[in-house]
Protein backbone atom coordinates (compact mmCIF):
# COMPACT_ATOMS: atom_id res chain seq x y z
CA UNK A 1 0.00 0.00 0.00
CA UNK A 2 1.46 3.20 -0.85
CA UNK A 3 1.82 6.41 1.24
CA UNK A 4 -0.92 8.23 -0.57
CA UNK A 5 -3.53 5.16 0.17
CA UNK A 6 -2.54 5.04 3.83
CA UNK A 7 -2.99 8.69 4.52
CA UNK A 8 -6.77 8.46 2.67
CA UNK A 9 -7.75 5.57 4.64
CA UNK A 10 -6.57 7.06 8.04
CA UNK A 11 -7.18 10.42 8.19
CA UNK A 12 -7.26 10.78 11.80
CA UNK A 13 -3.77 12.35 12.01
CA UNK A 14 -5.44 15.24 9.96
CA UNK A 15 -8.60 15.69 11.98
CA UNK A 16 -6.88 15.69 15.67
CA UNK A 17 -5.19 18.60 14.16
CA UNK A 18 -8.17 20.21 12.13
CA UNK A 19 -10.44 19.69 14.86
CA UNK A 20 -8.91 22.35 17.68
CA UNK A 21 -7.34 24.77 14.66
CA UNK A 22 -11.73 25.05 13.96
CA UNK A 23 -12.82 25.31 17.24
CA UNK A 24 -9.96 28.08 17.91
CA UNK A 25 -11.07 29.86 14.64
CA UNK A 26 -15.14 29.30 15.35
CA UNK A 27 -14.02 30.56 19.04
CA UNK A 28 -12.12 33.78 17.39
CA UNK A 29 -15.37 34.23 14.98
CA UNK A 30 -17.46 34.52 17.93
CA UNK A 31 -15.07 37.72 19.81
CA UNK A 32 -14.66 39.01 17.30
CA UNK A 33 -18.73 39.27 16.11
CA UNK A 34 -19.44 40.11 19.96
CA UNK A 35 -16.37 42.92 19.63
CA UNK A 36 -17.92 44.85 16.76
CA UNK A 37 -21.76 44.37 18.10
CA UNK A 38 -20.07 46.17 21.21
CA UNK A 39 -18.47 48.54 19.37
CA UNK A 40 -21.51 49.39 17.25
CA UNK A 41 -23.65 49.50 20.48
CA UNK A 42 -21.38 52.03 22.31
CA UNK A 43 -22.37 54.57 19.55
CA UNK A 44 -25.89 54.39 20.72
CA UNK A 45 -25.78 54.98 24.63
CA UNK A 46 -26.53 57.86 27.02
CA UNK A 47 -23.41 60.19 26.03
CA UNK A 48 -24.64 59.84 22.54
CA UNK A 49 -28.36 60.58 23.05
CA UNK A 50 -27.55 63.86 24.98
CA UNK A 51 -24.53 64.81 21.90
CA UNK A 52 -27.61 64.90 19.46
CA UNK A 53 -30.03 66.55 21.42
CA UNK A 54 -26.90 69.18 21.93
CA UNK A 55 -26.15 69.67 18.52
CA UNK A 56 -30.37 70.21 17.91
CA UNK A 57 -30.29 73.06 20.17
CA UNK A 58 -27.38 74.63 18.81
CA UNK A 59 -28.26 74.04 15.23
CA UNK A 60 -31.86 75.43 16.16
CA UNK A 61 -30.68 78.28 18.31
CA UNK A 62 -27.54 79.56 15.28
CA UNK A 63 -30.92 79.60 12.58
CA UNK A 64 -33.42 81.31 14.53
CA UNK A 65 -30.71 83.56 16.59
CA UNK A 66 -30.07 85.07 12.78
CA UNK A 67 -33.60 85.18 12.11
CA UNK A 68 -34.45 86.96 14.95
CA UNK A 69 -31.13 89.29 14.11
CA UNK A 70 -31.89 90.21 10.87
CA UNK A 71 -34.80 91.95 8.81
CA UNK A 72 -35.30 93.26 5.40
CA UNK A 73 -37.83 96.76 5.27
CA UNK A 74 -39.04 95.79 2.12
CA UNK A 75 -40.89 92.38 4.04
CA UNK A 76 -40.88 93.67 7.36
CA UNK A 77 -43.87 92.00 7.80
CA UNK A 78 -43.14 88.64 7.05
CA UNK A 79 -39.93 88.83 8.91
CA UNK A 80 -41.64 89.70 12.00
CA UNK A 81 -43.90 86.45 11.26
CA UNK A 82 -41.08 84.44 11.30
CA UNK A 83 -39.95 86.11 14.39
CA UNK A 84 -43.16 84.56 15.87
CA UNK A 85 -42.80 81.41 14.48
CA UNK A 86 -39.28 80.24 16.24
CA UNK A 87 -40.36 82.08 19.89
CA UNK A 88 -42.57 80.09 22.49
CA UNK A 89 -43.88 81.11 26.08
CA UNK A 90 -43.26 84.65 27.29
CA UNK A 91 -40.73 85.80 24.57
CA UNK A 92 -43.63 84.41 22.15
CA UNK A 93 -45.88 87.17 23.90
CA UNK A 94 -43.19 89.92 24.52
CA UNK A 95 -42.52 89.86 20.65
CA UNK A 96 -46.69 90.06 20.05
CA UNK A 97 -46.59 93.53 22.15
CA UNK A 98 -43.66 95.03 20.39
CA UNK A 99 -44.70 94.51 16.75
CA UNK A 100 -46.10 98.20 16.58
CA UNK A 101 -43.22 99.33 17.83
CA UNK A 102 -41.08 97.78 15.43
CA UNK A 103 -43.47 98.41 12.86
CA UNK A 104 -42.82 102.27 13.64
CA UNK A 105 -38.83 101.01 14.05
CA UNK A 106 -38.37 100.14 10.72
CA UNK A 107 -40.67 102.16 8.50
CA UNK A 108 -37.66 104.66 8.64
CA UNK A 109 -35.08 102.26 8.16
CA UNK A 110 -34.24 101.48 4.67
CA UNK A 111 -31.47 98.86 4.12
CA UNK A 112 -31.76 95.32 5.35
CA UNK A 113 -29.92 94.04 8.30
CA UNK A 114 -28.56 90.46 8.81
CA UNK A 115 -27.96 88.73 11.83
CA UNK A 116 -25.04 85.86 12.06
CA UNK A 117 -23.82 84.08 15.09
CA UNK A 118 -20.62 83.94 15.75
CA UNK A 119 -20.19 81.97 18.88
CA UNK A 120 -22.61 79.33 20.62
CA UNK A 121 -22.56 77.37 23.59
CA UNK A 122 -25.05 75.16 25.06
CA UNK A 123 -24.63 75.60 28.71
CA UNK A 124 -27.44 73.87 30.38
CA UNK A 125 -29.66 71.04 28.70
CA UNK A 126 -32.46 69.05 30.36
CA UNK A 127 -33.97 66.73 27.33
CA UNK A 128 -36.37 65.50 30.58
CA UNK A 129 -37.59 68.55 30.81
CA UNK A 130 -37.42 69.94 26.99
CA UNK A 131 -35.44 73.13 28.49
CA UNK A 132 -31.71 74.37 27.51
CA UNK A 133 -29.72 77.75 28.41
CA UNK A 134 -27.48 79.18 25.34
CA UNK A 135 -24.85 81.75 25.11
CA UNK A 136 -24.23 83.29 22.12
CA UNK A 137 -22.60 86.57 20.09
CA UNK A 138 -24.03 87.47 17.26
CA UNK A 139 -22.65 89.91 14.34
CA UNK A 140 -25.54 92.06 12.76
CA UNK A 141 -24.36 93.31 9.48
CA UNK A 142 -26.67 96.51 8.03
CA UNK A 143 -26.32 97.16 4.27
CA UNK A 144 -25.02 100.25 3.09
CA UNK A 145 -28.11 102.55 2.57
CA UNK A 146 -27.34 105.21 -0.19
CA UNK A 147 -24.38 105.50 -3.15
CA UNK A 148 -22.23 106.97 -0.42
CA UNK A 149 -23.45 105.49 2.60
CA UNK A 150 -21.43 103.07 4.57
CA UNK A 151 -22.76 99.64 6.58
CA UNK A 152 -22.48 99.36 9.71
CA UNK A 153 -21.79 96.23 12.16
CA UNK A 154 -23.36 96.01 15.74
CA UNK A 155 -22.15 92.72 18.01
CA UNK A 156 -24.03 91.39 20.66
CA UNK A 157 -24.61 88.61 23.20
CA UNK A 158 -27.53 86.78 24.44
CA UNK A 159 -28.48 84.49 27.20
CA UNK A 160 -31.09 82.43 25.16
CA UNK A 161 -33.93 79.83 26.84
CA UNK A 162 -34.78 77.24 24.77
CA UNK A 163 -37.57 75.08 25.02
CA UNK A 164 -38.98 71.84 23.05
CA UNK A 165 -42.46 72.50 22.00
CA UNK A 166 -44.03 69.90 19.79
CA UNK A 167 -40.46 67.96 19.23
CA UNK A 168 -39.16 71.55 17.85
CA UNK A 169 -36.50 73.61 19.98
CA UNK A 170 -37.82 77.24 20.41
CA UNK A 171 -36.50 80.19 21.82
CA UNK A 172 -38.21 80.86 25.36
CA UNK A 173 -36.37 83.73 26.38
CA UNK A 174 -33.75 86.27 24.96
CA UNK A 175 -31.77 88.47 27.53
CA UNK A 176 -28.46 89.98 27.77
CA UNK A 177 -26.05 87.67 29.65
CA UNK A 178 -25.15 89.42 33.89
CA UNK A 179 -21.72 92.10 34.21
CA UNK A 180 -18.82 89.76 34.32
CA UNK A 181 -20.16 86.57 33.11
CA UNK A 182 -18.09 84.32 30.90
CA UNK A 183 -19.00 83.11 27.10
CA UNK A 184 -18.44 83.13 23.51
Same mark, same amino acid.
Given at each position: ??? #????????????????????????????????????????????????????? =????? =????????????? /??????????? =????????????????????? *??????????????? /?????????????? *????????? #???????????????????? =????????????????????
Amino acid at each position: MTF #AATVLRKPTWMIRWIRPAGHALTAAAVLLLLSLWSLFQSGRGADHDLATARDD =VSRTA =VRDLALINSIDPK /VAELDMTHWLD =VATGPFADALKRDIPGARARF *AGQKAPSHGRVTALA /VTALDRSAGEATVL *ASVRIFTEP #AGDAAQGTEQRKRYEVGMRR =VGGVWKISSLKAPAPGGSGP
